[in-house]
């Protein structure tokens, strides 16, 4: 039987690395509470960024938390209608409210525009996703948060290896966040991160991360959200084979490239020339006369055992939030975007299964539904 392909597989180094990683940990018998492993992997994510301002969380979901916090962040936070649900949640869990703004057609990030219109006296902070690892349209938003006077925040958890204008995409901002969940290029299996940019904040996220703990007392906003000294130094071991990864996910998305030119009914979505490489994701957007929507797709695909994602659609929508006007390209975009299988092991072979599970549900529609 053929094993299914799912969407992403980790980053997962060779056993002697992790073992004689994790064989230091216990030997010194210092397991978490910020430890010095912690302090490491800080340094190591600095130095490699140009980045001075940096600390991890225990998820990339509290690293936006602790940013909206160590910000001080009371009112209204404008942030994308299409995203992943862990954008708003944090959001809600730092005392701020999100209010979802539209998106714009081509890259699918937070429409400035719409933006500028629903910018009000009660919005505290513009919070943005680099979607798929795509930027958004940095300039315009930076505009807008000066000219408002609030923070310009960016949600940046797929954006590992990713540049823009020869810089770090993480270094945009006034401050960004990372995820170093498994599911990421280079990750510490459950992790975050929060870069300060403009602002320094990583102080304020340690002591947040802690419970709040300070000579003045606890603040009330702390938690726990600390990243294990396991985890950390197993990131540390990761992020050595990131590189690798990097061209390895640029030579898959360059036969996906050619593979998928056969099918008219969909298309890789579109990256800023500006940017790159493309490696966080393979999203790609159905036509409007494809024969399936998002969600009808990810089912039939799973019956060719095939695993894709509709990550703007259904269950990864977050209900109940107030949005500044209409969002019609957010809800198109949740119904004609899908992720497709995509890390850097998967071979030509496993492209041409992709494909050919693709063609067969073009054939068969109906049962898609």
Known sequence: MTDDLVVVRPLVPPWDRLKSALFEVFESQVLTNDGPRVRQLEALLSTELGIADVAVTGSGTTAIQLACSALELR????????????????????????????????????????????????????????????????DALRSIARAAGVPLIFDAATCWGVNFRGRPLLSYGDVATLSLHATKLTHSIEGGAVFGNTRAIAGTVRRLRNFGFGES?????????????????????????????????????????????????????????????????????????????????????????????????????????????????????ARHIVCLPFWGRLTETDITRVVDALKAVARKPALAG
């Open 75 to 138: 009112g209204e936070v404008l942030v994308p209608a299409a995203a992943f649900p862990a954008t708003a949640q944090a959001v809600l869990r730092a005392g701020a409210t999100p209010v979802e703004v539209d998106i714009e057609d081509t890259y699918l990030t937070i429409d400035p525009d719409a933006v500028r219109q629903a910018v009000t006296s009660r919005t505290c902070a513009i919070l943005a996703v680099h979607s798929f690892g795509c930027p958004a349209d940095i």
């Open 217 to 333: 007392g606890a603040l009330r906003t702390g938690t726990n959200a600390r990243m294990s000294e396991l985890h950390a130094a197993i990131g540390a071991v990761v992020h050595a084979g990131a590189a690798t990864e990097v061209a390895r996910r640029t030579a898959v998305r360059g036969w996906y490239q050619e593979a998928l030119a056969e099918l008219n009914w969909l298309r890789p979505c579109d990256f800023r020339a500006e940017a790159g490489p493309a490696v966080a994701a393979l999203p790609v957007r159905l036509t409007t006369d494809a024969p399936v929507d998002a969600e009808a797709l990810v089912r039939a695909m799973l019956a060719h055992g095939v695993h894709t994602r509709a990550y703007f659609a259904g269950r990864y929508r977050v209900g109940g939030l107030r949005r500044a006007g209409p969002t019609p390209r957010a809800d198109w975009a």
